[in-house]
């Protein structure tokens, strides 16, 4: 009677295999190898290598120079995107642990290509985040990211925002025109600290702060509710005093 194939055991695909194989070869060469060589070293037969090779340079994982093999553009994007994904997940990592320390919801923001953009959050249905009711990049000047990010831009960059992105009321509270908001970008420039209480959403104060993190402005932030406010500025104090651990991991030019 026959066996019945064993459903543990997984469906390999020789070619891919083998074209990995290559590219391990590859990569043990710094200046490149010839396609003899990485065909010995990979234990295929020349020819396989030789059809390999070609699809791997025309795919872009490998380039051809002087008669050598080297890692090729596609090779490089795969290695950023698994330095990114390691970035992320220690941003990530770290905010969380502010938030259980704290107890209280913490954001990562950047600046980005003339926007802002909330790239990290760590909250709990304990202390949750603010609903992003308005949009978070036309209302900049309504919550302490955006007051924290628009206070780190040259005079002519804030101005080309505040052009796209007029000032208007959100709130009763919401800081009531331009000139208010340059003055308060102003001092907030000043003391590396931006508060805002029910600017943005009734109910809620936040509080934000400059992070060096590349190229790109950058801050994290914190918020709580309105009956609470008094824990604010105590927690992003200390926040600020305790993210020289997380300046490692953002010390990069942010693309996430």
């Given at each position: ?238 926040l600020r005093a305790e993210m020289g651990g997380l300046l490692g991991s953002l010390a ?5």
């Amino acid at each position: 009677m026959a066996t019945a194939p064993n459903a543990a055991v997984p469906t390999l695909i020789g070619s891919v295999q083998r074209a990995l194989r290559l590219l391990e070869a590859v990569g043990s060469h710094l200046d490149g190898a010839p396609a003899k060589q990485l065909a010995r070293e990979a234990g295929l037969p020349l020819p396989t290598a030789y059809h390999l090779l070609r699809t791997l340079t025309h795919e872009g994982y490998l380039r051809r120079e002087h008669g050598v093999f080297l890692f090729g553009p596609a090779v490089e994007r795969l290695a950023r995107g698994g330095v990114l994904q390691n970035r992320r997940s220690k941003i990530n990592e770290s905010l969380a642990r502010w938030r259980d320390s704290l107890g209280v919801p913490v954001y990562f923001a950047v600046y980005r290509e003339g926007e802002i953009e909330v790239a990290g959050l760590a909250e709990t249905p304990a202390a949750p985040a603010v609903e992003e009711w308005a949009d978070f990049r036309e209302t900049g000047h309504a919550h302490a990211i955006g007051q924290c990010l628009l206070s780190q831009l040259d005079e002519r960059s804030r101005e080309d925002h505040l052009d796209r992105h007029p000032v208007a009321a959100i709130t009763p509270y919401t800081v009531r025109d331009r000139r208010a908001l340059v003055e308060r970008l102003a001092a907030t420039e000043r003391s590396r600290l931006a508060v805002e209480r029910q600017e943005y959403v009734l109910g809620s104060v936040c509080a934000a702060i400059p992070v060096e993190a590349g190229s790109d402005p950058a801050a994290l932030a914190i918020s709580v509710p309105l009956h609470q406010q008094e824990r604010l500025i105590p927690a992003i104090e200390r926040l600020r005093a305790e993210m020289g651990g997380l300046l490692g991991s953002l010390a990069f030019s942010i693309s996430i």
